[in-house]
């Protein structure tokens, strides 16, 4: 159905020149990572102002995270994923979605914390950050995999499928 | 590069050419580009602020305009540090690199030129990024502390052709995953006319 909707599809199984969920993906990872970094450094040096940079990026990252879901699920659904990088983008897919509700929610979290007092910044919420960055690690990491290890897009890799060598 | 010499190499290494599992130039991008762009549209924000004071109020989200040059400021910092470790990966991993030959990538560049291009634009990217550091630097401390809109209009026109040559930049980089299949391990396995669904399973 969604390749009646799409212009032609090139050589990387696209109706784009290339894939852009990894450029879009730029403003999750940096922005959540570095939310992560300011707070720790925020905390221990007692420089409020971090806190500031760190929910502003958070801020960012909400908004990007749901624009990096559609451009994924348009780019997971044209990658003509063979049956050893099934499973890998499954799980992308699942913790991709998982993530935006986290992410989502901290960031409102943090919403209240800055509304209460935005100089004070609880422990339990670092915590949560450490366990988000984990989380993004991670996912990037089967990203990684099913853009350099599986080749998902690549002109090598949707050759060898159309030409039905690889299944 | 030498092809012997990298040929000695790659008998130790992977599928994908290199000693570890997964590339880590790639990764260190998404931090280079996404602090460098967001650290450029927080100071927009900044310079903006007047316009936008009455959408953060509906919104009932506090808004001071010196957190968004905050933003602006400490993203740019945090890009120029990242980035000498991206270069740094980057020439290592393109020293390695054995592209697929004899193909012209979309933009109708053969691998060594894009390699070549990629590598050149990629130092050079890392001197404007520290540059636009230096002088966004200037500006918190020396020039405008006492100012309420702490960023030049010119510092933000010179941001958006940095990413404009971003762009540029990282399509080739693209060009070369995605085409050229530089350390792709599925790509390599097909060439060597192997298939992946067994070795990768």
Same mark, same amino acid.
């Given at each position: 159905?969604?390749?009646?909707?799409?212009?032609?599809?090139n050589?990387?199984? !696209?109706?784009?020149?290339? %894939?852009?969920?990894?450029?879009?993906?730029?403003?999750?990872?940096?922005?959540v990572?570095?939310?992560?970094?300011?707070?720790?450094?925020?905390?221990? %040096?007692?420089?409020?102002?971090l806190y500031e940079?760190? #929910? #502003?990026?958070?801020?960012?990252?909400?908004?990007?995270?749901?624009?990096?879901?559609?451009?994924?699920?348009?780019?997971?659904?044209?990658?003509l994923?063979?049956?050893?990088a099934?499973p890998?983008?499954?799980?992308?897919?699942?913790?991709? #979605?998982?993530?935006?509700?986290?992410?989502?929610g901290?960031?409102?979290?943090?919403?209240?914390?800055?509304? =209460?007092?935005? =100089?004070?910044?609880?422990?339990?919420?670092?915590?949560?950050?450490?366990?988000? %960055?984990l989380?993004?690690?991670? =996912?990037?990491? !089967?990203?990684?995999? !099913?853009? #350099?290890?599986y080749?998902?897009?690549t002109?090598p890799?949707?050759?060898?499928?159309?030409?039905? %060598?690889?299944? | 590069?030498?092809?012997?010499?990298?040929?000695q190499?790659?008998?130790?290494?992977g599928?994908?050419?290199?000693?570890?599992?997964?590339?880590?130039?790639p990764?260190?991008?998404?931090l280079?580009?996404?602090?460098?762009?967001?650290?450029?549209?927080?100071?927009?924000?900044?310079?903006?602020?007047?316009?936008?004071?009455?959408v953060?109020?509906f919104?009932?989200?506090?808004?001071?305009?010196t957190?968004?040059?905050?933003?602006g400021?400490?993203?740019?910092?945090?890009?120029?540090?990242?980035?000498?470790?991206?270069?740094?990966?980057g020439?290592?991993?393109?020293?390695?690199?054995?592209p697929?030959?004899?193909?012209?990538?979309?933009?109708?560049?053969?691998?060594?030129?894009?390699?070549?291009?990629?590598?050149?634009?990629?130092?050079?990217?890392l001197?404007?990024?520290?540059?636009?550091?230096?002088?966004?630097?200037?500006?918190?401390?020396?020039?405008?502390?006492?100012?309420?809109?702490?960023?030049?209009?010119?510092?933000?026109?010179?941001?958006?052709?940095?990413?404009?040559?971003?762009?540029?930049?990282g399509?080739l980089?693209?060009?070369?995953?995605g085409?050229?299949g530089?350390?792709?391990?599925?790509?390599?396995?097909?060439?060597?006319?192997?298939?992946?669904?067994?070795?990768?399973?």
């Amino acid at each position: 159905m969604l390749e009646n909707l799409l212009p032609p599809l090139n050589e990387h199984n !696209l109706p784009y020149p290339d %894939t852009i969920h990894p450029i879009v993906v730029h403003f999750v990872i940096a922005m959540v990572l570095f939310a992560f970094l300011c707070d720790v450094i925020g905390y221990f %040096t007692k420089n409020h102002r971090l806190y500031e940079v760190s #929910w #502003w990026n958070m801020f960012f990252a909400t908004i990007s995270i749901f624009i990096a879901i559609i451009f994924g699920q348009i780019e997971a659904g044209l990658s003509l994923a063979y049956y050893a990088a099934q499973p890998v983008l499954n799980l992308h897919t699942l913790l991709g #979605w998982s993530l935006s509700g986290i992410v989502a929610g901290i960031t409102g979290w943090r919403y209240v914390i800055r509304l =209460q007092d935005p =100089q004070k910044l609880p422990f339990a919420y670092l915590i949560a950050g450490l366990l988000l %960055t984990l989380l993004v690690l991670y =996912q990037v990491y !089967l990203g990684d995999n !099913l853009v #350099w290890v599986y080749g998902l897009h690549t002109v090598p890799v949707v050759e060898a499928i159309k030409e039905g %060598t690889l299944q | 590069m030498n092809y012997e010499l990298i040929e000695q190499l790659r008998s130790q290494y992977g599928a994908n050419g290199l000693p570890y599992a997964i590339p880590i130039h790639p990764n260190l991008v998404h931090l280079t580009l996404g602090l460098f762009i967001i650290g450029i549209a927080f100071d927009v924000v900044g310079v903006l602020f007047p316009l936008e004071k009455s959408v953060f109020k509906f919104l009932a989200i506090p808004a001071t305009r010196t957190n968004f040059f905050d933003v602006g400021w400490y993203n740019m910092l945090a890009s120029a540090i990242i980035t000498f470790f991206t270069v740094a990966t980057g020439f290592y991993e393109i020293m390695l690199a054995y592209p697929i030959n004899g193909i012209k990538s979309a933009w109708g560049l053969g691998a060594l030129e894009t390699m070549l291009w990629h590598g050149v634009g990629g130092v050079v990217l890392l001197t404007l990024i520290v540059g636009m550091t230096v002088w966004r630097g200037f500006q918190r401390y020396l020039w405008r502390s006492d100012r309420a809109r702490q960023v030049q209009w010119s510092y933000l026109a010179v941001g958006f052709l940095i990413m404009f040559l971003m762009f540029l930049h990282g399509t080739l980089g693209a060009h070369m995953a995605g085409e050229f299949g530089v350390h792709n391990t599925a790509g390599n396995l097909l060439r060597l006319g192997k298939d992946p669904n067994v070795f990768l399973n």
